[in-house]
């Protein structure tokens, strides 16, 4: 029972990872909790520790997600202990992995679906509902960088993710002209169970990973902001973002296979990923000032479309030379992160020159 005039956040998936995380920053910042999820030693023990640091008082709904009715159930208890939920936070989440087609089992992709996409809908409906009937409230929902790009041997987890973005970013519209705010959450691979239970520990992608406290602070600054979304972390998970939305998807499915392979596999390739995004951000540079000549040139006079044809052969000209230069690293292979870095960098800065030189 919550009995402390304070503010009620509803956390789902509060047990372990970036939802204990969260659960952590509400507490501390006096929020009363709700927290769901299976495990409810591990609920009741945090809402034991939150009383006695923070003297916030938390409900426990022990509840499997992915069952049929999850979401209203939940919503029934919180509506019968009469508690008002003023932030709702949809984490609970779960991954799969092995190829679509004969590794993977149907029955545990139905119940990710279930608890991923229909629960999160179902539960974002029913709050969002008496949000905005009040005009005030705040949802965060766990999406993925995995949102933008395809993710092989990870496909039905990925476009579950994708779902949750884009359906995110389609309530902040709606909800524009009221004070309540919707916040998508795209972290990139971080260091929680996550991968373990998808049956994906041995991947390369677990050997380079967010911490999820960071991830837990971003996204809170974030959602008390009201921003639509917040991809957590530094500057290279920014850096994934714009390269998943400039690089031609077929190429961004296979560098994210690469990530997804067994550790060690192809010890050769150790670098090759982080070698292939700098490769995707030199690409996406060279898009860039093929985009802007074409702006440029779409508005100008017939004497200057001579000009920019004239610049814009230039421009293939410097991207055919920045393909083989960073196919050339690429081949004779980058021994470490840093010249990835730094051959990114110079593509970039050759792309910035162009576009530079072509709209002189
Ligand atoms: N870790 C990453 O690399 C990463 C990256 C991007 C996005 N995400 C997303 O972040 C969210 C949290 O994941 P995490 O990384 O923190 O993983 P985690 O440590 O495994 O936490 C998952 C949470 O979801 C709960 N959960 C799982 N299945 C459930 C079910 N059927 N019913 C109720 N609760 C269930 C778990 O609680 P119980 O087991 O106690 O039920 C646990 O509290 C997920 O939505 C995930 O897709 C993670």
Redesign the pocket.
């Known amino acids: 029972m919550i009995t402390k005039e304070s503010k009620t956040a509803l956390i789902?998936?509060?047990?372990?990872?970036?939802?204990?995380e969260l659960a952590n920053l509400f507490a501390k910042d006096g929020y009363n909790l709700v927290l769901?999820?299976?495990?409810t030693d591990?609920l009741n023990e945090l809402g034991g520790r939150f009383w006695d640091e923070y003297g916030v008082e938390t409900v426990v709904i022990t509840?499997?997600?992915?069952e049929e009715d999850a979401a209203r159930d939940v919503y029934e208890q919180v509506k019968a202990k009469d508690i008002k939920v003023d932030i709702l936070v949809n984490?609970?989440?779960?991954?799969l992995y092995g190829k679509f087609a004969n590794e993977t089992d149907w029955e545990k992709e139905k119940?990710l679906i279930h608890?991923?996409v229909l629960t999160t809908t179902l539960l974002t409906k029913l709050f969002l509902n008496d949000m905005v009937a009040r005009n005030e409230g705040k949802i965060l929902n766990?999406?993925?960088?995995?949102s933008i790009t395809p993710m092989p041997l990870m496909a039905v987890?990925a476009a579950t993710?994708a779902y949750v973005y884009n359906f995110t970013q389609s309530l902040v519209n709606e909800l524009k002209d009221t004070k309540v705010t919707v916040t998508a959450l795209l972290?990139?691979?971080?260091d929680?169970?996550?991968?373990n239970?998808a049956g994906a520990s041995n991947t390369k992608v677990t050997e380079n990973?967010d911490d999820?406290a960071v991830v837990a602070k971003d996204a809170y600054n974030a959602l008390m902001k009201g921003s639509h979304k917040v991809i957590p972390g530094g500057l290279g998970n920014k850096a994934q973002e714009i390269m998943a939305y400039m690089a031609p998807q077929e190429m961004v499915a296979g560098m994210m296979r690469k990530t997804m392979e067994p550790k060690k596999e192809h010890p050769a390739e150790e670098n090759t990923h982080k070698a292939a995004w700098a490769w995707g951000i030199g690409l996406a540079a060279v898009v860039i000032a093929g985009a802007a000549v074409a702006l440029a040139y779409s508005n100008s006079s017939a004497y200057d479309k001579a000009r920019y044809r004239y610049k814009a052969g230039k421009l293939k000209s410097g991207a055919d030379a920045t393909y083989e230069d960073v196919k050339d690293s690429l081949i004779s292979g980058l021994n470490s992160v840093k010249d990835a870095v730094s051959t990114a960098k110079e593509v970039v800065a050759k792309a910035r020159e162009t576009v530079a030189s072509a709209l002189a």
């Open positions: 789902t998936g509060a047990s372990s990872g970036i939802g204990q769901v999820a299976r495990s591990k509840k499997d997600l992915s984490d609970a989440g779960v991954g119940a608890l991923n766990l999406a993925s960088l995995a987890y993710k972290p990139n691979a971080t929680t169970d996550f991968f239970k990973l999820p």
